[in-house]
């Protein structure tokens, strides 16, 4: 089952139990991670409490020389910020980019207004710690701006 289809909603996922299935492993291909460094950054209000307002990761594949970025954040399931990848791939690495790409995150998370963060705040947040993981990740990778 792609990942993507196991996450429903919050604190639901396709399990499959009327199928008889149970899951007992996740499977990550090989080609997915190699050469891939990524970063991740969990924002919350305090450190007692396992309860990100919200969380985000980038990962990045640089091309050879490391100056182009081969490819690369919030709501109540994981997802892939897909409108930020396809902007930032094959594109030159650089602290404009990285700005587009923080900003092209918001085109695909839809957070939601909770006792624990505003919807403006939580939007906010994901573009300043998307360009932040992206710099990191591009760093671990290492590329220079």
Not at 46 to 65: C, E, F, K, P, Q
Not at 113 to 133: N, Q, T, Y
Request: net charge neutral; hydrophobic share 45%.
């Amino acid at each position: 089952l792609p990942i993507q289809e196991f996450y429903i909603k919050a604190g639901k996922v396709d399990i499959r139990v009327e199928d008889g299935e149970l899951q007992t492993a996740v499977l990550i291909p090989k080609e997915s991670y190699e050469n891939c460094f990524g970063h991740y950054i969990k924002y919350a209000m305090r450190n007692a409490m396992d309860i990100a307002t919200l969380g985000t990761s980038v990962n990045v594949r640089l091309s050879a020389d490391k100056r182009t970025v081969a490819f690369g954040v919030a709501g109540p399931v994981p997802l892939r910020a897909e409108t930020a990848e396809r902007l930032a791939t094959g594109q030159p690495v650089s602290f404009e980019l990285a700005e587009a790409f923080a900003h092209a995150v918001t085109a695909d998370i839809n957070p939601r207004d909770s006792w624990r963060a505003a919807k403006d705040f939580r939007l906010h947040i994901a573009v300043e710690s998307a360009k932040r993981a992206f710099l990191e990740a591009v760093r671990l990778a290492g590329g220079e701006m």
